[in-house]
């Protein structure tokens, strides 16, 4: 299901919803870069953040993003509220949309929750634009939006120049990862060839639409790459026997200098966040802001969230 005040999912964004989200989080970037306050075009909105898994940054960024644009933002304490009386999500839903949320900003891990968020607020007639901020391995829309936004940024082009010409690999724990989900969503749409890359019990049995290639070799997967993109080691979604040791891991699949060195010269590593610091990814790597752009994205994900609300409330008025 899919509804067009909401943001479910990077499929269904049309081409110019996509490019346009794109544009404006760049646009918002600037803004933010050079200190100036975007227009408060959410003044007296109200939104919700109800994340029923652990957050930092999504739900932090999302925070932000409302208020800078003028919205009052309530995050729901998940812990300390009612939920552990037994009552159920769609329950938690309807009393915020009761309370007048305009956004609910929603994380999950059971997939189909979105969905059915959306379809209760349908039934009970509320206007409430629902916003996908990670639902199980299914998706995380604002992530890989951010993702292609802040690769854009450091190689210097727009939308509209696309990503053709540029090799992203994706490396780690494909298999348990909505992050990856939604980055070949979002980086095939401009053009880019991607490879997916870590241990076989960690990446899909064929090909996605949009990948390329997959690889157990990982000096053989970043070979040329233009990114890299390393996944947090997700071991609360793993059964027992799919676990490696975390020294294990990073020496066979993790990502630092000596492999980045076998990309192209001016190769950047990506991680979405949050990291093992010596298991997917090498920490003084990371700290290298000279070919990590991990602040960056951290960054470009508040810019991509004011672009996400701008775009639902233009559709609200
Ligand atoms: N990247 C990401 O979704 O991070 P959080 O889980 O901290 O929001």
Redesign the pocket.
């Given at each position: 299901m899919s509804a067009p005040n909401h943001l479910t999912d990077i499929a269904s964004l049309s081409d110019e919803d996509f490019h346009h989200i794109l544009s404006r989080s760049l646009a918002f970037r600037r803004i933010m870069d050079e200190g100036a306050s975007p227009r408060p075009t959410l003044q007296h909105r109200l939104q919700f953040n109800l994340f029923y898994?652990?957050?930092?940054?999504?739900?932090l960024s999302f925070e932000v993003a409302a208020k800078r644009l003028g919205a009052i933002v309530s995050v729901v304490p998940v812990a300390a509220s009612s939920v552990h009386k037994g009552e159920s999500k769609v329950d938690t839903v309807l009393t915020l949309c009761a309370q007048g949320a305009d956004y609910l900003v929603l994380r999950a891990t059971e997939p189909g929750t979105i969905n059915e968020a959306i379809a209760a607020i349908n039934a009970d007639g509320y206007g409430t634009s629902v916003i996908n901020?990670?639902e199980g391995a299914l998706g995380?829309p604002t992530?890989g939006l951010l993702d292609v936004g802040t690769a854009l940024l450091a190689l210097g082009r727009t939308p509209k120049d696309s990503l053709e010409g540029v090799t992203l690999t994706i490396c780690g724990d494909i298999a348990h990862s909505r992050?990856a989900a939604s980055a070949i969503e979002a980086f095939r749409r401009l053009g880019t060839n991607i490879r997916l890359a870590g241990p076989p019990s960690l990446l899909p049995d064929a090909a996605p639409d949009g990948v390329a290639s997959l690889h157990n070799d990982m000096d053989e997967a970043v070979t040329g790459a233009d990114l890299i993109m390393a996944l947090r080691v997700q071991r609360e979604r793993m059964a027992d026997n799919e676990s490696l040791s975390g020294d294990e891991f990073h020496t066979r699949y993790g990502i630092n200098a000596t492999r980045l060195a076998k990309a192209k010269p001016n190769a950047f590593v990506m991680h979405?966040?949050?990291m093992n610091r010596g298991v997917e990814i090498d920490g003084s790597l990371a700290d290298d802001l000279s070919r990590s752009l991990i602040r960056s994205q951290v960054t470009q994900g508040v810019a991509l969230r004011m672009a996400v609300l701008e775009w639902l409330e233009e559709r609200k008025t």
């Amino acid at each position: 299901m899919s509804a067009p005040n909401h943001l479910t999912d990077i499929a269904s964004l049309s081409d110019e919803d996509f490019h346009h989200i794109l544009s404006r989080s760049l646009a918002f970037r600037r803004i933010m870069d050079e200190g100036a306050s975007p227009r408060p075009t959410l003044q007296h909105r109200l939104q919700f953040n109800l994340f029923y898994e652990n957050s930092t940054r999504t739900n932090l960024s999302f925070e932000v993003a409302a208020k800078r644009l003028g919205a009052i933002v309530s995050v729901v304490p998940v812990a300390a509220s009612s939920v552990h009386k037994g009552e159920s999500k769609v329950d938690t839903v309807l009393t915020l949309c009761a309370q007048g949320a305009d956004y609910l900003v929603l994380r999950a891990t059971e997939p189909g929750t979105i969905n059915e968020a959306i379809a209760a607020i349908n039934a009970d007639g509320y206007g409430t634009s629902v916003i996908n901020a990670g639902e199980g391995a299914l998706g995380h829309p604002t992530q890989g939006l951010l993702d292609v936004g802040t690769a854009l940024l450091a190689l210097g082009r727009t939308p509209k120049d696309s990503l053709e010409g540029v090799t992203l690999t994706i490396c780690g724990d494909i298999a348990h990862s909505r992050v990856a989900a939604s980055a070949i969503e979002a980086f095939r749409r401009l053009g880019t060839n991607i490879r997916l890359a870590g241990p076989p019990s960690l990446l899909p049995d064929a090909a996605p639409d949009g990948v390329a290639s997959l690889h157990n070799d990982m000096d053989e997967a970043v070979t040329g790459a233009d990114l890299i993109m390393a996944l947090r080691v997700q071991r609360e979604r793993m059964a027992d026997n799919e676990s490696l040791s975390g020294d294990e891991f990073h020496t066979r699949y993790g990502i630092n200098a000596t492999r980045l060195a076998k990309a192209k010269p001016n190769a950047f590593v990506m991680h979405p966040g949050p990291m093992n610091r010596g298991v997917e990814i090498d920490g003084s790597l990371a700290d290298d802001l000279s070919r990590s752009l991990i602040r960056s994205q951290v960054t470009q994900g508040v810019a991509l969230r004011m672009a996400v609300l701008e775009w639902l409330e233009e559709r609200k008025t």
